[in-house]
């Protein structure tokens, strides 16, 4: 989720290793640009990750929050 | 809860106590001794003048307004939390909350197509998460808990902002109100009431669940 709205980082299969490796790196990237990976676990349920979990159908990336 | 769980924001306040059930009963209780903190000393004066001497009405007048006003202000400040915030590109609006109805159900949906607020439910209370805050109604309580809170990308559009923020919400509940400031904590009719008028709905939504 960006300025544009969102933006597509990486799309993988399993099957395919070069596209697995290809979104590690991207949410690697953006671990180092401070976000934190995100994914939905259920209905209003979320779980942080630390690596990409490459079974999961998405992973979102979410900004740092600080009280206002 | 694990470690690998709370949000890692909640080291850069290290020095709150986590929220809980708990902690926001002492908030509310912090709250109304401030309130009537402030309240009572202006009744006071406002009494003892004008029994003291008729002729000061006009002064007792004025410390009664600043009675009425202060929890006012304090209500206004709780209420600005949620306002919402001059829109950007269009398109990236627009996609947006095309990501964001991704994330919740129809209801609320269609509740943040009407208010501008997503309606969440919470093990603390029922959310209502704006751009840039979030007000939490308690279950069974005619209390409101505004808080302060955003994403920290002031460029985001605003369904964005939300989204971020409820992702933050489902992932540590209690670490998202930890984050949070509270920016006032008191009445629902007195939020309400200083909620700008198409925000008013999604408050009066939160508490019918809250009651559900």
Redesign the interface.
């Known amino acids: 989720m960006d300025q544009t709205g969102h933006t597509t980082l990486a799309e993988w299969s399993t099957e395919d290793p070069a596209a697995v490796e290809a979104a590690v790196e991207a949410f690697r990237r953006e671990l180092g640009r401070g976000y934190y990976g995100v994914v939905t676990t259920g209905p209003g349920q979320a779980e942080m990750v630390r690596d990409l979990p490459v079974d999961a159908d998405l992973v979102i990336m979410r900004a740092p929050i600080a009280g206002g | 809860m694990s470690a690998?769980?709370v949000?890692?924001?909640v080291a850069?306040?290290h020095w709150r106590q986590r929220v809980d059930a708990d902690k926001l009963v002492r908030d509310a209780r912090l709250w109304t001794v401030t309130t009537t903190a402030h309240v009572v000393p202006f009744v006071a004066v406002a009494g003892t003048m004008v029994a003291l001497q008729p002729l000061a009405a006009p002064v007792s007048a004025i410390a009664l307004a600043h009675a009425w006003i202060i929890p006012e202000l304090y209500a206004q400040r709780g209420a600005n939390?949620v306002r919402p915030r001059r829109k950007?590109?269009v398109?990236?609006?627009?996609?947006?909350v095309?990501?964001l109805g991704d994330?919740v159900?129809h209801e609320a949906r269609e509740l943040h197509a009407r208010t501008g607020l997503v309606l969440?439910?919470?093990s603390l209370g029922i959310w209502l998460m704006g751009e840039?805050?979030a007000l939490l109604v308690r279950r069974g309580s005619k209390r409101v808990y505004c808080?302060?809170?955003?994403?920290?990308?002031p460029?985001?559009?605003s369904?964005?902002r939300i989204?971020?923020?409820l992702?933050?919400l489902?992932?540590?509940e209690q670490g998202?109100a930890t984050?949070?400031?509270l920016a006032f904590s008191g009445a629902r009719w007195r939020v309400r009431r200083r909620l700008e008028p198409q925000l008013r709905p999604a408050l009066d939504a939160a508490v019918r669940r809250a009651y559900d």
């Open positions: 690998e769980q949000l890692p924001e850069t306040v939390v950007g590109d398109a990236a609006e627009d996609r947006a095309g990501f994330l159900d969440e439910e919470g840039a805050g808080y302060c809170v955003r994403a920290s990308d460029d985001l559009p369904g964005d989204a971020h923020l992702l933050a489902r992932a540590d998202f984050v949070a400031n």
